[in-house]
């Protein structure tokens, strides 16, 4: 990404920088979004990119601060004055300030919090003392807030002297005289409505909102819902105290979509970047999975070695045993990530799981008799006739292909249902994807093989 869209930029400033022409890299820094900005800043070494930092116009330089990683930001913070400092907090919004005081060390963050105004500071304290995943965590206090009796022409006259210090003007919040949440409007209203309208007669009363204590991933999905580009966020009282925006809720999304991500690869999540993530850090969260994985595995080798007498006797059945199983922990990833996502999007419910249950055996039936008549083409034509595999004759076949079947069946039903019976119990569902089904599988696979030979081969 960066050696496409940034080295010319990237050569040019480097090339800027040793001619000392400063002028010329403010000029080419000036017109580039904030994020674009953050990111080619990561290519050069800190005292560079301070250099770089302090040439962007002051306004720029705060939206800068906000899009940079946490360490890149605590250099800055360390070198800044006092002065620096306090004019970069102030042109921070209230939530973007709250999230970089979260990844600060003690000291940085004592520095942040006395260059703050009283006001400022006392609302940082209330957001820090929010629930880490709940709304209030995320939500601004810099909105638009009007009263119902004003005139559209009032209110656009609201939004001037305030505007500029609000994250959002587009959406405008109307609230009595404590506070309470009563309506909602868009400037397009407005603008439709006319000067001489009233915005108590022209707001919307149907309103949805959200309460500080809320989990931030449903408050995101409620924005995705309603495509809306903010959502206020009410205390028990239904006052209204903040607003998620479209960009927190993105964030949340990301993160969220991430950690589930890590947790069904079997990872502890972490909030590093990969290449911000050192190898020690890296062994901690993926470790504990692999070993209690490890020895759960364990069972399946125990299975295996109860049969060791059988399979002596037909050791033609031991070449199968990675297919089946491979098979089998497929089939049940398959079902696990649809059914993971479905709960994340709402789609699917604990209330649904017998329709799920019955949906996923039809399409267990159907993928297995698949498979299973392909692998006996497979192992009739290629394994037998060209491949002239010993041992291999029909029973033997059959053995294989009714397992694929039961395999499948089993898997499908287990990856299904696993993730649904988390939730219900309070587990994250993404806890129960691949790794962990496919242990489970892969043992209930060995099973039933090992059944059918004995039935069929007389083992």
Sequence with gaps: ????????????????????????????????????????????????????????????????????????????VEGFSDAELGYVVDKLF???????????????????????????????????????????SIMTTEFVELRPEMTVA??????????????????????????????????????????????????????????????????????????????????????????????????????????????????????????????????????????LLMVSATFTGQIIAGFENSLNSIPILIAYIPMLMDTGGNSGSQASVTIIRGLSLDDIAFSDFFKVVWNEMRVALLCGATLAAANFVKLLVFDKMIFHNEGLNISTILVICLTLIVTVFIAKLVGATLPLLAQKIGFDPAVMASPFITTIVDALSLLVYFQFAKMILHL
């Design 154 to 291: 009032a209110a656009f006259e609201r939004i001037r002297d305030t505007g500029l210090k609000k994250e959002t003007i587009y959406t405008c919040y109307v609230t009595d005289r404590e506070r309470h949440l009563i309506g909602v409007l868009t400037v397009k209203d407005m603008i439709i409505a006319g000067n001489d309208a009233v915005v108590g007669d022209i707001m919307e009363t149907n309103i949805v909102s959200v309460n500080t204590l809320d989990d931030k991933e449903d408050v995101a999905r409620s924005m995705d819902k309603y495509d809306f580009l903010a959502i206020p966020v009410t205390d028990k009282e239904n006052r209204l105290v903040g607003i998620v925006t479209f960009d927190d809720a993105m964030d949340v999304i990301s993160e969220e979509d991430t950690e589930d991500i890590e947790k069904m690869a079997a990872i502890l999540p972490s909030d590093k970047p990969y290449l911000k993530t050192s190898p020690f850090e890296a062994w901690r969260k993926r470790i504990p999975w692999l070993l």
């Design 1 to 76: 990404m960066f050696d496409e869209i940034y080295e010319d930029l990237y050569e040019e400033i480097d090339r800027l920088i040793d001619e000392k022409n400063y002028a010329r890299i403010r000029d080419l820094l000036s017109d580039k979004e904030p994020a674009d900005i953050a990111i080619l800043f990561e290519e050069f070494p800190p005292d560079e990119f301070t250099l770089l930092f302090r040439l962007l116009p002051k306004v720029l330089a705060a939206e800068v601060f906000v899009e940079m990683e946490s360490d890149m930001q605590r250099q800055l």
């Design 94 to 136: 209230m939530d973007d300030t709250v999230d970089i005081i979260e990844e600060m060390p003690a000291n940085i963050v004592k520095r942040i919090l006395a260059q703050a105004t009283p006001a400022k500071r006392q609302m940082i304290n209330q957001l820090l003392h929010y629930p880490k995943d709940s709304a209030g």
